[in-house]
């Protein structure tokens, strides 16, 4: 009696079974890089340790021991130096800020980070602070000043008289630039009377995050130009 098949087709091997699970992990972005894709950042590393080799090996052979030892200090120092602003309370304090720090932070924390950030930047900042409507004032060595409010929108709120920098010794007023930070996204309203007002930049959730991540003031206010 002929023996019956227990399937109906060729099943797949294991190996075209592990190529398909891989395939599917890859359309997801769940696999990680291909050998190919970290292949020039390993090289370099090895690059760059054998350099570093080489050169502290140049360096005993010439001076003595003093120069391997001074090069392993300075490594552990680097080192050091990086976990420690690696460190959140550390890294904020400097002025880089992640968008989940940014999401958790009041007014008053948001005006303190931009303090943090502006000066990270190389501004020259005051931070005034108010119960409800911090503002932070700063200029840099160029000669800019800039006045930093915080509202969802980018006119002057119902109760609010519009804002008036103080005028700086030397600068018009016109020359003092307006900037309106809010963490989510203004209104095409909004866009259209700063334009109009034409002393007034607009920082939206966007920017406030690129600019947490260490990307310069002077950088975004050019792009809203």
Request: aromatic share 6%; net charge positive.
């Amino acid at each position: 009696m002929a023996r019956l098949s227990s399937s109906f087709g060729p099943s797949p091997s294991r190996r075209a079974q592990r190529r398909e699970t891989v395939r599917l992990l890859r359309a997801g972005g769940l696999y990680g890089p291909r050998f190919r894709e970290v292949l020039p950042g390993l090289v370099l590393v090895v690059v760059s340790v054998c350099a570093v080799v080489a050169l502290l090996a140049w360096g005993y052979r010439t001076v003595g021991v003093a120069v391997p030892v001074a090069g392993v200090v300075m490594a552990v120092g680097a080192l050091v130096l990086w976990v420690r602003r690696r460190r959140p309370g550390a890294r904020r304090r400097i002025g880089y800020y992640t968008p989940d720090d940014l999401q958790e932070l009041d007014t008053q924390g948001l005006a303190l980070a931009v303090a943090r950030m502006l000066r990270r930047d190389g501004w020259r900042v005051r931070l005034i602070p108010a119960p409800d409507r911090p503002r932070v004032r700063a200029r840099n060595t160029d000669g800019c000043h800039v006045d930093v409010a915080f509202r969802p929108v980018a006119e002057p709120l119902p109760d609010e008289e519009p804002p008036r920098p103080r005028p700086v010794r030397g600068k018009p007023d016109q020359e003092v630039l307006r900037v309106v930070v809010h963490r989510g996204t203004f209104a095409a309203r909004d866009v259209q009377w700063a334009r109009r007002d034409g002393r007034t930049r607009l920082l939206d959730g966007t920017a406030l995050r690129r600019w947490g991540a260490g990307e310069e003031l002077r950088v975004l206010l050019a792009e809203d130009l």
